[in-house]
């Protein structure tokens, strides 16, 4: 395996090759993917320009946190204490950890070497503002040596009770940014999702109809005209879907027919929020100088976003002695 490093005065890139087909390339800068090169392609979205890259509200690669997705009214109670967050989707919600999340901060790190795999560890502590307690993370990107796959380890704890809910923000395209994902199939082991209202907060957890059933998998634009997702702020997919079986780890599979590319993705998280790119930017990007809408598919697994908002779930935050772990796969063939 080959490593390598790239300096932006105080960000580090660490492009590791493996055996195979894959060099990934992370970022200190938001603990991110920065490429997924495989079989020569850069399978994500990736801003050709760092100061971008950086400080985009797109979060192209990004971790996301102390929490994923909208938080309803930017509010949330916690411990019988209300706090405000910041109104940073449409003035209305709190999105991906506001303004100064994690997205935004640079990670210290260290690269092991080991028998089967390199391991990059990002580390930060990101500190009480908004939300209460001081929150240690330490993101483990293992690269295997002989088998074309990047696991992403999460582990998470609290100086006081809070919310915790860590993703990655990658935006996939398996054509390496040739063509739009609508003839990408896209696979979901998930039997029901959000019903959102015009803020994309869930209204309700439903069963998936046809439009939302990607257990059979199917072209990603098959129904992407349909007025359930056209009428709507949405303007395409941007739900969570949930597992139908919490104990499988399988939750996704995307591929690309002409490509001949696949992606499988396994986690210990019990949802995916699946965005189809339908707000593209005017940045250039690697392989894609013009971002199209429906260019690309982010799958961020995850917890169901607002959760600490739903009704008999107040109490599901992550509280001082407590360990937050989970793990998302990404596996290439």
């Not at 019988?80 to 967050?85: F, I, S, T, V």
Request: proline residues 3%.
């Amino acid at each position: 395996m080959r490593v390598s490093y790239i300096k932006d005065n105080e960000v580090t890139f660490i492009e590791v090759e493996n055996n195979k087909n894959l060099c990934v390339t992370l970022c200190s800068f938001g603990a991110s993917f920065y490429k997924m090169i495989f079989k020569g392609k850069n399978r994500i979205m990736t801003p050709l320009n760092y100061s971008e890259f950086y400080h985009n509200e797109q979060y192209y690669g990004k971790l996301i946190g102390r929490f994923a997705g909208r938080i309803n009214d930017a509010k949330c109670v916690i411990q019988g204490k209300e706090y405000n967050l910041p109104k940073n989707w449409n003035g209305i919600n709190s999105l991906h950890g506001g303004p100064k999340g994690i997205s935004f901060m640079n990670f210290s790190y260290e690269v092991k070497e080991l028998e089967n795999s390199v391991d990059v560890i990002f580390k930060a502590i990101e500190k009480e503002n908004y939300l209460p307690g001081d929150v240690s993370y330490t993101i483990t990107y293992h690269i295997y040596k002989d088998i074309d796959e990047v696991c992403l380890d999460i582990l998470a704890t609290t100086t006081k009770e809070t919310i915790c809910n860590v993703t990655n923000h990658a935006y996939f395209t398996l054509s390496g940014g040739k063509k739009n994902v609508l003839d990408e199939q896209l696979e979901l082991q998930c039997k029901y999702h959000g019903d959102l209202d015009n803020n994309l907060i869930a209204k309700d957890i439903i069963e998936v109809s046809e439009i939302m059933d990607f257990r059979k998998p199917h072209a990603i634009g098959a129904y992407i005209d349909n007025p359930y997702l056209q009428n709507h702020t949405s303007f395409g997919y941007d739900h969570f879907f949930v597992k139908e079986n919490k104990d499988n780890a399988f939750i996704a599979r995307l591929k690309d027919i002409e490509e001949n590319v696949e992606l499988t993705i396994y986690t210990s998280y019990p949802a995916v929020v699946v965005y189809t790119d339908n707000y593209p930017t005017k940045m250039e990007f690697d392989g894609c100088k013009n971002e199209a809408k429906y260019q690309a598919i982010a799958l961020e697994c995850q917890d169901i976003p607002n959760l600490i908002n739903m009704k008999g779930h107040e109490n599901d935050t992550l509280k001082p002695g407590e360990k937050f772990r989970q793990y998302i796969r990404y596996h290439f063939e």
